[in-house]
């Protein structure tokens, strides 16, 4: 606003008091301040209204931002779905392989991953087929075995 210091105050207030004289210059300072309150108050709430229509502002561009990513989101979440649709149904459509065709080692993972056993993979741990533990003739998984009650 307008900056006035002290010296032009009394400068201001000299020529009221000179122009108005002493008798009308308390009320015309009373009618000054009031004025001067009314069009502070007004300028008060127009800056307020306008900080709140760009905080509206802002807040609407934030939800049209919010709102652009969660379709893309979206439009990427439905390509990915639709590609893995896709690779399903290839799946599903190609002729399952043949389980004992041949001698190879595919078709011996074949036989064993049916029959539930591990021949032929030296590599791979026996399966216990009462228990379905994989590592029962291993010594340091195996589960230690209590003697019978009685026996110490």
């Given at each position: 606003?307008?900056?006035?210091?002290?010296?032009?105050?009394?400068?201001?207030?000299?020529?009221?008091?000179?122009?108005?004289?002493?008798?009308?210059?308390?009320?015309?300072?009373?009618?000054?301040?009031?004025?001067?309150?009314?069009?502070?108050?007004?300028?008060?709430?127009?800056?307020?209204?306008?900080?709140?229509?760009?905080e509206?502002?802002?807040?609407?561009?934030?939800?049209?931002?919010?709102?652009?990513?969660?379709?893309?989101?979206?439009?990427?979440?439905?390509?990915?779905?639709?590609?893995?649709?896709?690779?399903?149904?290839?799946?599903?459509?190609?002729?399952?392989?043949?389980?004992?065709?041949?001698?190879?080692?595919?078709?011996?993972?074949?036989?064993?991953?049916?029959?539930?056993?591990?021949?032929?993979?030296?590599?791979?741990?026996?399966?216990?087929t009462?228990?379905?533990?994989?590592?029962a003739?291993?010594?340091?998984?195996?589960?230690?075995?209590?003697?019978?009650?009685?026996?110490?």
């Open positions: 606003m307008i900056e006035i210091s002290f010296g032009k105050m009394l400068l201001l207030a000299l020529i009221a008091l000179l122009v108005l004289g002493p008798e009308k210059l308390p009320g015309a300072a009373r009618t000054a301040g009031a004025l001067v309150r009314r069009v502070r108050n007004t300028w008060d709430s127009v800056r307020a209204e306008v900080e709140r229509e760009l509206i502002e802002e807040i609407k561009r934030t939800a049209r931002e919010a709102a652009a990513r969660a379709e893309a989101a979206q439009a990427q979440m439905n390509a990915t779905a639709r590609e893995v649709r896709e690779v399903v149904g290839s799946v599903a459509a190609a002729p399952a392989p043949a389980m004992s065709s041949g001698s190879g080692p595919e078709a011996r993972l074949a036989s064993d991953v049916a029959d539930g056993t591990n021949e032929g993979d030296e590599t791979a741990p026996e399966r216990d009462l228990t379905g533990d994989l590592f003739d291993d010594p340091k998984h195996a589960p230690v075995k209590e003697p019978p009650h009685g026996i110490a």
